[in-house]
C-alpha cells in the first residue's frame, strides 16, 4: 500500500507555493520498495505510484520521483500532466546506458513536462548538464561553504531548488546566494493530499 504526501516548493522572491513534489511512501522502508534489482518489479512498483500520484488532484503543478531504470520506459508511455519528474535513487552506475535516458528525457520535455536531476554534486552536475535536464536539485550542505559549486551552478543558466531548507538561517543563507527556489521543513512537512490543500489554503 502507497501513501502519497505533498511538499511544497517555495519561490523565494515572492514568497509564492509555485510547485509541490508528490512522494511516494509504501508502508516498508523506501530504499526497499524502489531499489529491488528487480526489474519488472521495480517497473510496476514505480508505474503504479505515479499513477496513483496523478489520481490526486491540485492546482499546483507538481513534480512525480522516478528511478533512471524506469525512466526510458515510461516515456514511452501516454501519461500526461502538469509538472515533471525528479530522477532519484541514481548513482554512477547508470552512466553506460546513459544515452537512452538523454533520449527519455527529451521525450518527456517534448510533451511539456520538466526533468529535474536530484542530488546533485559539484562531481555529477556536468553529467546531468549534458543529459539536458531541466534543472537540478541540490542539497544545502552541498552549498554551505562552497562558493565554487554555487559560481558552478549560476554558469549553468539552470533552475535549481535547494533542499533540506529548516530553519530560517538555511532560508536566509539560499536567498543570500541568489537562489529562487527552494523545499524543506523550514516551508512545509511532507502531508497527505487532503491535509495538504487545508493547510496551503491557510498559508
Known amino acids: 500500500m502507497l501513501e502519497i504526501l505533498s511538499q511544497p516548493i517555495v519561490n523565494l522572491i515572492t514568497g509564492e507555493k509555485v510547485m509541490e513534489e508528490r512522494l511516494s511512501r509504501p508502508d516498508c522502508p523506501i530504499k526497499d520498495y524502489f531499489s529491488t534489482k528487480d526489474r519488472s518489479t521495480l517497473l510496476r512498483r514505480e508505474i503504479h505510484a505515479i499513477l496513483q500520484c496523478i489520481e490526486e488532484r491540485g492546482t499546483l503543478p507538481y513534480t512525480i520521483n522516478i528511478t533512471p ?27 553506460p546506458n546513459f544515452k ?40 544545502l550542505k552541498e552549498l554551505r561553504n562552497n562558493e565554487l559549486f554555487v559560481k558552478k551552478l549560476r554558469t549553468t543558466q539552470k533552475p ?18 541568489g537562489v529562487t527556489l527552494a523545499q524543506g521543513y523550514y516551508y512545509g512537512m511532507p502531508k497527505r493530499r487532503e491535509d495538504y490543500i487545508s493547510w496551503t489554503m491557510m498559508n
Not at 524506469?70 to 541514481?90: A, K, M
Not at 527529451?106 to 531541466?134: C, F, H, Y
Open 160 to 177: 535549481v531548488i535547494v533542499e533540506r531548507i529548516e530553519t530560517k538561517d538555511d532560508h536566509e543563507f539560499v536567498k543570500s546566494i
Open 100 to 139: 537512452p535516458m538523454k533520449v527519455a528525457i527529451k521525450v518527456l520535455q517534448s510533451r511539456g513536462l520538466s526533468v529535474w536531476a536530484d542530488d546533485i554534486t559539484p562531481e555529477t552536475v556536468n553529467m546531468w548538464l549534458k543529459a539536458g535536464v531541466t534543472g537540478f536539485k541540490v542539497e
Open 69 to 95: 531504470y524506469t525512466l526510458p520506459i515510461f516515456c514511452r508511455l501516454p501519461i500526461y500532466w502538469t509538472g515533471g519528474v525528479e530522477i532519484v535513487e541514481w548513482d554512477k552506475s547508470i552512466l
